[in-house]
């Protein structure tokens, strides 16, 4: 059983940077493909960006590809996400998560193991 913690969270001004960190336990994680979801009020929880296991591939919607990076330190058992030129629309819950063995990891259903998520806000 993984356990998966998020924290970085916060209240920043459109254009403004946070970083956010997902620290897991409880598993090998280097044996896991870790991504980050994000959910807004009323909405359904969207793929934000997923990494390969050795981190070498990561992956983005598009709505943040070149506004944030996903990263990964396996000696640390955590994983990153650096959201940079934020915008209104980045508001959400952002949650991580770990899969095992998924096949699809841009869905919900791809993961195994979800942390109880961070607020970010982002004002205009």
């Known amino acids: 059983q993984v356990q998966v913690v998020e924290s970085g969270g916060g209240l920043v001004q459109a254009g403004g940077s946070l970083r956010l960190s997902c620290a897991a336990s409880?598993?090998?994680?280097?044996?896991?493909?870790m991504g980050w979801f994000r959910q807004a009020p009323g909405k359904d929880r969207d793929f934000v960006a997923h990494?390969?296991?050795?981190?070498?591939?990561?992956y983005y919607a598009d709505s943040v590809k070149g506004r944030f990076t996903i990263s990964r330190d396996n000696a640390k058992n955590t994983v990153y996400l650096q959201m940079n030129s934020l915008k209104p629309e980045d508001t959400a819950v952002y949650y991580c998560?770990?899969?095992?063995?998924?096949?699809?990891?841009?869905?919900?259903?791809?993961?195994?193991?979800w942390g109880q998520g961070t607020q970010v806000t982002v004002s205009p």
């Open positions: 990494i390969s296991r050795s981190g070498g591939r990561p």
């Open positions: 998560a770990a899969a095992g063995s998924g096949s699809d990891y841009y869905t919900y259903s791809g993961y195994d193991y």
């Open positions: 409880g598993g090998t994680f280097s044996r896991y493909t």
